[in-house]
């Protein structure tokens, strides 16, 4: 199959190697001239395990380029993707469909060969019979079928997600558009992934529910453990405890800082105003929402008062800034609400994280930046861990416990158990930790 996908971003590039690693050829065009020279050099913009080794693997056997002619990539392609940026809309939350509209436009104006035009960004129900429209209204002479084809990969283990999904959902309504897209995903049909075909409104809803499901289940379990704090409960025994029911499963419910993240905040917003707009409120969501938000504050107050109820003055080693580990991304983190409020209250911050860079930097200002953990840690009054890197997971505690001016130390992760951290002769306070700290 020859491919076109267009936007090399997260979505556009991670499918895009991928599909190039089924055997298609595939050629990603990119409008950012920075990133498609990085790409055409061979360089990844992002960072993501696993990417640059297939990157490069497809690229020397002829299968994957880059290139800024839309019109030349789609000549003779069987599909054409697109997966441009959909992000939240400023003031109201909706999905700006800005990017996805005018490319539909431009595919109208440039295509000149039948294919099947599929969508893999994420847009609210209704985006793609809009796609559709435009495509027709611009170019009525030649065929295209469109379909929905959103994508579940999560950023750090996006090949692997990507490679062996748990499904593939393909919203398309032509016929001949599902042979091709059944060929494509072909490679799949090895392991027995199931193919889930919808109708186009069906496969878009699908992505918000899922992502919303997710979010509910973090949000749930967070609640929770402010109740195990209050009551002496343990919020990893009661997700464990949960999680054993096979109906409800033990993945998501890792209690913490509150969710972050490319697509959470953002998706769990649009569908709250595709709700609201339809006449179909998602109330359930909508609260989601608010609980996340003000689950960041109330980690802020977390950390005051583990560290005697006023930190001015005080120095705070954090460990990890991103808004998950295996990532740089900085999307939403818990740590751009947490630092600033910190260092609003006084505090001064010394954080380190193995990947976060110049981004970080910027969206932080203020923070002094640490080479590892017991750099950050030296002299500090607290240390507080906001991302679970693996880095952070195997800390020499009796050592941190002899840098730490005070022996303060705050598991947003509840990566260390209890008792471990107090044999070193620290204070712990972790998340639903209700006998312990
Ligand atoms: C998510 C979805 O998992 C993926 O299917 C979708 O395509 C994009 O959004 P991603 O944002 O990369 O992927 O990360 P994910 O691992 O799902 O974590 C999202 C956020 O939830 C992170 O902030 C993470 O720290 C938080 N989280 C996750 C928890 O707080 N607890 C958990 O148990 C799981």
């Given at each position: 199959m020859k491919i076109t996908m267009i936007g090399a971003g997260y979505v556009g590039l991670v499918s895009g190697v991928c599909f190039s690693d089924f055997g298609h050829e595939v050629i990603c065009v990119e409008k950012d001239r920075n990133k498609l020279a990085q790409l055409q050099a061979g360089e990844v913009p992002i960072y993501e395990p696993g990417l640059k080794s297939l990157m490069t693997r497809n690229i020397a056997e002829g299968r994957l380029t880059f290139s800024d002619d839309l019109e030349t990539a789609m000549d003779g392609s069987d599909a054409v993707f697109i997966a441009v940026g959909t992000p939240s809309r400023r003031?109201?939350?909706?999905?700006?469909l800005t990017y996805v509209y005018d490319t539909a436009r431009e595919i109208g104006q440039k295509l000149k060969t039948p294919t099947v035009v599929v969508t893999k960004s994420t847009v609210p129900v209704g985006t793609n019979r809009e796609v559709q429209r435009i495509i027709a209204a611009c170019n009525p002479a030649t065929e295209f079928a469109v379909a929905s084809n959103p994508e579940f990969l999560r950023e750090g283990s996006a090949i692997e997600d990507f490679m062996r999904p748990n499904r593939v959902v393909v919203g398309v309504e032509d016929p001949q558009a599902e042979t091709v897209l059944r060929q494509i995903y072909r490679p799949l049909s090895l392991r027995e992934t199931p193919l889930l075909v919808t109708g186009l409104e069906t496969a878009e809803i699908i992505k918000y529910a899922a992502n919303a499901f997710l979010a509910t289940k973090i949000t749930f379990i967070n609640e929770i453990a402010d109740l195990c704090e209050k009551t002496g409960g343990d919020v990893q025994q009661v997700a464990k405890g949960i999680g054993l029911d096979a109906r409800i499963g033990g993945k998501f419910l890792h209690a913490g800082p509150g969710y972050g993240g490319s697509c959470f905040p953002k998706d769990t917003q649009a569908l709250v105003q595709t709700g609201q707009q339809h006449g179909a409120p998602q109330r359930i969501v909508e609260t989601v929402v608010a609980v996340n938000a003000a689950r960041k504050s109330a980690m802020t107050e977390k950390i005051i008062a583990a560290c005697g109820g006023d930190v001015a003055g005080k120095r705070i080693a954090v460990l990890g800034v991103t808004f998950k580990p295996n990532t740089d991304d900085m999307r939403d983190a818990p740590s751009l609400v947490i630092l600033p409020e910190l260092m609003a209250a006084g505090a001064e911050i010394t954080a380190t994280d193995p990947e976060a860079g110049a981004e970080a930097v910027q969206l932080l200002p203020g923070v002094d930046w640490a080479k590892d953990a017991y750099a950050a840690a030296e002299g500090a009054d607290a240390l507080v861990i906001i991302t679970e890197w693996n880095t952070f997971r195997g800390l020499d505690l009796p050592r941190i416990a002899g840098l730490l001016k005070s022996p303060v130390f705050i598991d947003l992760r509840n990566i260390y158990p209890v008792d471990e951290v107090q044999d070193a002769g620290l204070i712990h306070t972790g998340i639903g930790k209700g006998g312990a700290g």
């Open positions: 003031g109201d939350g909706f999905a700006d």
